[in-house]
């Protein structure tokens, strides 16, 4: 099944808030093997001038792969996430994610292209806070593989 190339373009309804906790932070640092003290410690985190805890830079991943059910799960889209790799990943920030930013995702379809048999779709998600202060811009690239011939 070919996806959708009217797709490209397309934006989702923006995301309900993702509150960042500061456990949330430390248990995604500690599973990552990030050992700075300002993604542990709420002290050495104000000292370095953050309100608070400050998250990994791939932390946002935990918010942007939920919120892009909304592109995976749209049966227009035609996508079979059963035939879905993971091409590539890029972050561009506003400043850091900290814990109790309340985080909204607005995703969309930047690309989708056909090469060898097998779609490759560019999706971006363009997070801010409930306020709308930008925080930072997540690029995703799945690559939906050709069927076995």
Request: charge should be negative.
């Amino acid at each position: 099944m070919s996806l959708d190339l009217s797709f490209v373009g397309r934006s989702w309804p923006p995301t309900d808030a993702y509150v960042v906790g500061r456990e949330k932070i430390r248990e995604f640092a500690t599973a990552i093997g990030a050992t700075d003290p300002l993604h542990h410690d709420p002290v050495a985190a104000r000292a370095a001038g953050y309100p608070d805890v400050v998250a990994p830079p791939t932390f946002p991943t935990v918010v942007t792969m939920k919120a892009s059910r909304q592109i995976i799960d749209d049966p227009g889209l035609g996508l079979d996430y059963s035939r879905v790799v993971h091409g590539d990943q890029r972050f561009t920030y506003t400043r850091p994610v900290v814990a109790g930013d309340a985080l909204v995702c607005v995703n969309t379809v930047e690309e989708i292209v056909a090469r060898g048999g097998h779609h490759f779709i560019t999706t971006r998600t363009d997070v801010t806070t409930e306020s709308g202060e930008p925080i930072v811009t997540a690029w995703s690239k799945l690559v939906q593989r050709g069927e076995e011939q």
